[in-house]
Every structure is written in C-alpha cells, then in structure tokens.
C-alpha cells in the first residue's frame, strides 16, 4: 500500500513511517523539516501541506492511505499561526484526500482537547464533548481540527476516516508535550493538587496509529497506555524535583528560572486530571502496550 505522512519529520511521525516501511508499504512524507538520514523506501517532498505543491503529490503519486501528523502543540507558536497550520493543513489534506480518491486518512490528535476541569467525569470516552476551548483558549485550534477531521466521516462517507485521541508520549526521542513539561530538574505544580497524568512510551504511540492504519477504523477512538498515575508520582519516578508552590505564584515563574513555560490557560491541566477510557480502540485493534508505566517512567529519568 502506499502511504503518505504528514509532518514526517516529527519524532512519532518517523517512527511511524519506520515501521510502515518495515511492513512492506510505499511510504510518501511531506514537510517542510528535512530529514537528511530518512531510511530508503521513503520519498520525501519538502513543503507545505496547504501548498499547491502539497496537492501535487496527492494528484502525482495518488496515496491510498494517509496518516496526518502535520499539527503543531508548541504553545510558543502564535496562536493565528497555530490555527493556520492545524486547522488550514487538517482542511486541505481531508479535501486531498477527498479529491484524488484516498480510501483511508488517519488524523493524529491529543486527549487533552477534553479539558481539564473540577466537575469532569474521571475517564473520557470518545461521547465526551471536547471542552478544552473553553478552559484552555490555546487549545482551541486543536479542537477544531479533530472536530473537522471527525466532519469527514458524514461528509466524506466513501473516505475511511479514523480520528485518534492519543494521550502524552514519553519516550528516548524526548520530544512531545509532556516531556517538554519535565525537560528540566525540576517540575512545577500548583500546591495542593495532585492530578493523574496519563501517558504512553512514544514506541507504543506509533504501533497505535500503525494498528489503527492496518484495521482499516472508522470513527474517532481513544489511544491510552497504561493506567495514569498522580504528578508527585510521575516527578518521583523520572527523578525530577518536587516543586509546588502556590497556584498566584506560578504564572509568574514558568518560563524563568529553569521552569518550563506554560501559557495562564494550563493552569487547571495542573489541577485536575485528563485521563481517557481506550476500550473501545483496544477492543477494534487488541493494541496493548509493551511499556507500563513504571517502564516509561523510568526510561524518561533525569541524567
């Protein structure tokens, strides 16, 4: 099968266009990061995916299969920019796809567009409402290109459309949201909060959304690794510091002192847990991860 892979240059993106290489399939990439030592069996297209050159190479090579993976989580990001590359590049690789007769797209997202709040059930399913735009506005973009790639599967019935919800990743490549959380010494948290954090080894990750490609899903699944445990425990364990401190003064020292940065917004994500049912994706695929928590954990520790 061909395959082409949206923001491949990315730490899972590679890792999933590895193993699709490894299965057998022609694998297509396009970014605008280079990826000097891509392993042979990969084509590689520097350019955007909202470009026509990007829609050349769905008319050119004609993908049977897409994984979108070009969305960005850096909050540093402008925030019009954000919308542009997420919401703009999820729009025109769904009409690609729609145009040039992919049978099946595969869009990449995060658990964390359920948002955090105090009066939300503890596991989400997938008929949970995505609420992060309302708790934490930087989010708002990534809502809006999981709620349209969730759009193709009534306005695109002939498209095989699987949307995946993915929770943090934690692996050797150090790269994702939840490791940027914990890059440094210590780790902040709002004093007298103790939420679950949940996560999977970055390896697990990619055979998810490999899985989700090979069984051909249809709908929007849950991708959970093994149970959640509390931040104090997640700190502890990756041999990180314990840094609370009251929830006044945190906004004004993340981003200084060695701490990492994290806009006003994400302040309830430090307070009250995000942690998804992954049920009905294990059930579809019988995906289960080779790491527990310990095992992840323990691979991220502070050297």
Known sequence: MKVLVTGISGALARQVAVRLVDAGHTVLGIDRRPWPDAPAGITLFDTDVRKRPAEDVFRTHRPEAVVHMATVTHLTTRREERYRINL?????????CHDYGVEHVVFVGRHTI?????DAPLYRTEAEPPLAGTTFPDLADLVAADLYAGSALWRFPQLGTTVLRIVYTLGPSKRGTLAGFLRGPRVPRVLGFDPLFHFLHEHDAADA?????????NGVFNVAGPQPVPLTTLIEATGRIDLPLPEFVLPRVLGRFGLPYLPRGSMAHLKYPVVIDGSSFRAATGFTPAFDEVQVMDGFRWT
Request: net charge positive; charged share 15%; aromatic share 4%.
């Open 209 to 217: 959304i490999v899985l989700a490609l090979q069984h051909r899903l």
């Open 88 to 96: 703009g590049g999820t729009r025109s690789v769904l009409d690609h």
């Open 114 to 118: 359920y948002g955090a709040a105090s």
